[in-house]
């Protein structure tokens, strides 16, 4: 069975531009979390959706962070502008209405922004 | 607001030897609660996880954990490692009284192992 898939693997990009980074979760999995890790703050969820709804987004570090989801088998985390301390492993994670505690995690996609 | 502390940010062991990584929460009632392993270059893998009943919980690759609620710890454990266990080991605690999944993680142990 196929994971949580991550795209891009690894992202460079310069301070100013936009940044997507998208996430396809286990099929009939209803909850998709997003996640920053940096080796100062650790491993910090940005925001987390159910039935494609939002439901917290307070890690959401402001306004030049923005996620969507579309439809159930697709999700984005979008940062414009990027900035330097943007750098970071993003990971997304999903979970099933049967134990939506149990997160499946992606490989994560690796931003450097110069 | 819930936290995890994993007290060691990096430890040493030779193979074949036992293993204990430590974690403490703090949280109102009795939360639930996680451990994760992630590998060098991954995202995390679930390793065993406690919500309620016995405090001792087993998970994959040997390992174990326990549940103490008097002391607010949640410690794994595998009785003699293998060089394949090395690797970042992150505890993570969950609101058990609601329906939100948010998982609140510590800052990691980083487990190194000795041939």
């Known amino acids: 069975d196929a994971g949580v898939i991550q795209s891009p693997r690894h992202e460079v990009t310069e301070m100013g531009q936009e940044v997507t980074l998208r996430c396809k979760p286990i099929?009939?999995?209803?909850?998709l979390f997003w996640y920053r890790q940096t080796m100062m703050r650790g491993l910090e969820l940005l925001i987390y959706f159910n039935n494609n709804v939002p439901i917290d987004d307070s890690g959401m570090p402001e306004d030049r962070f923005s996620a969507k989801m579309p439809n159930a088998s697709f999700s984005t985390l979008k940062i414009q502008p990027s900035e330097p301390r943007d750098s970071a492993v993003y990971f997304c994670a999903s979970s099933s209405g049967l134990n939506p505690y149990e997160q499946y995690f992606g490989p994560g996609t690796r931003l450097t922004v110069t | 607001a819930q936290s995890v502390t994993q007290p060691d940010i990096h430890i040493t062991v030779s193979e074949g030897a036992s293993l204990e990584l430590r974690c403490n929460y703090s949280y109102g009632a009795t939360p639930y609660l996680f451990w994760y392993v992630q590998s060098p270059g991954q995202g995390l893998q679930l390793l065993l996880k406690?919500?309620?009943?016995?405090?001792l919980v087993q998970g994959i690759k040997g390992f174990e954990a326990e549940f103490k609620r008097s002391q607010s710890s949640f410690n794994l454990r595998k009785p003699s490692v293998h060089w394949s266990d090395a690797a970042e080991y992150f505890c993570a605690v969950a609101n058990s009284g609601g329906s939100n999944y948010k998982l609140t993680f510590g800052k990691g142990t980083l487990l190194t192992v000795n041939p």
């Open positions: 099929s009939g999995h209803n909850s």
């Open positions: 406690y919500f309620s009943g016995d405090t």
